[in-house]
């Protein structure tokens, strides 16, 4: 599932709100088009700059592709509300400048003490303005105080120290995927792959259930391009002890399970703590899981601070690792951190919804293992791969 940072697709009406930001080349150096956005209402209550997206306009990060003029170099990351107006921006110095628009250079930029001052007073009208949110806050804390004790300090800190950062992304997973894997491509798994999925969405509207983003809550159900890359890791690798983290509807975790069915081998583990805030959505978890592929399946139900150490000491050491639970930048770092010691040589991590800084820390800290980042299948999102090299250890 993905974390709450990913903000929903706007509505597909010709509103003023009703448009993502693409950039494409033009006569100036940079330049913001809209383009219509197919997507479902609501989903997450908060945007890339920490507004309500279900009250306020657009607000959603689009990262700017350089002209034919400007020698290949990335553009800056622009957030900006409503419809783009050409005559109200300009390009300095590389940077697309004017109203109600932010780069990213003036945001991160600036000390990270103003933008944590700036960050913190903004957060008591915000929950001023979500009494919904502090009455399921409430509920939750009845229901389950230690693991609402641990979920609202990963709230906090997302909001307070999470940043976008960029990374070198490759648009097309397939072919630098396999290259890694030291597999040929095209790869003949991925029309397994495609079948399982068909069935999986088949299964999920069966039940009354949407699949995409922003199906589960503000979470969503995996994308099509992460799914098949795990369903090729394990079709490829033929892994034993597979841990994942992240349920939700249980795509993912389907996708494993039908691969190790096809492979005769390996088990999965999988750490989910259902949306602590959001009760109705819990008899959702695990949906798309069939009962014939749970005889492979542990599910350890908790949040993966209370429930991974000791599934990593109990393991000792596993061949593939995947991520797709709370994309704090504190719970990714927490999650990598705990793994690697435990991934075996050539062990693979694939880690979903990575544009904050959490996997750049994790690769600095880790002595830059081989690792990829990709684009997601169905919009502006990333999925990482970092493969350990033979003979280590640990970070």
């Known amino acids: 599932m993905s974390g709450s940072a990913r903000p929903p697709c706007a509505p597909s009406e010709a509103t003023s709100s009703s448009f993502d930001w693409h950039a494409t080349s033009c006569p100036s150096a940079f330049h913001v088009v809209p383009v219509r956005l197919e997507g479902p209402r609501g989903g997450c209550p908060l945007g890339s700059m920490g507004r309500d997206l279900r009250t306020d306009p657009l607000i959603r990060p689009a990262t700017l592709l350089p002209s034919p003029g400007n020698r290949g170099e990335p553009g800056p990351t622009v957030w900006r509300a409503g419809r783009w107006d050409e005559s109200s921006a300009q390009v300095s110095g590389g940077q697309v400048q004017g109203p109600n628009c932010v780069t990213r250079s003036s945001v991160h930029d600036s000390s990270g003490a103003r933008r944590l001052v700036h960050k913190a007073r903004r957060l008591p009208a915000r929950l001023r303005s979500s009494p919904g949110g502090l009455w399921r806050l409430a509920r939750s804390l009845q229901r389950d105080p230690v693991e609402t004790l641990r979920y609202v300090p990963e709230v906090v ?45 088949t299964e999920l509207q069966d039940k009354g259930l949407t699949v995409g983003r922003w199906t589960y809550g503000e979470y969503s159900d995996a994308d099509a391009s992460l799914c098949a890359a795990i369903w090729c890791a394990v079709r490829h690798l033929r892994p034993t002890r597979v841990v994942e983290t992240g349920v939700a509807r249980g795509v993912t975790s389907r996708v494993i399970l039908e691969a190790m069915s096809a492979n005769h081998h390996g088990h999965l583990w999988s750490v989910d703590l259902p949306h602590p805030l959001r009760p109705e959505l819990h008899p959702e978890t695990a949906a798309a899981v069939a009962e014939s ?7 350890l139900r908790g949040s993966s601070r209370r429930r991974l150490p000791s599934l990593v000491t109990q393991l000792g050491q596993m061949d593939l690792f995947v991520h797709d639970s709370l994309h704090t930048g504190r719970n990714m770092r927490f999650e990598m951190g705990t793994v690697w010691p435990a991934l075996c040589p050539g ?24 690792s990829l980042v990709f684009r997601s299948a169905d919009g502006p999102w990333m999925f990482g791969m970092v493969q350990k090299p033979p003979g280590s250890s640990g970070p």
């Open 157 to 201: 800190a997302h909001q307070l120290f999470d940043r976008q950062v960029a990374y070198q992304v490759e648009e097309d997973w397939g072919r630098p995927f396999h290259r890694a894997l030291g597999v040929e491509w095209p790869c003949s798994e991925c029309g397994g792959y495609r079948r399982v999925r068909a069935r999986i969405e």
């Open 293 to 299: 592929c749970r005889d492979r399946w542990t599910y």
């Open 347 to 370: 062990g693979l991590m694939l880690v979903d919804d990575v544009d904050n800084q959490a996997l750049a820390g994790f690769l600095d800290q880790a002595g830059r293992p081989q």
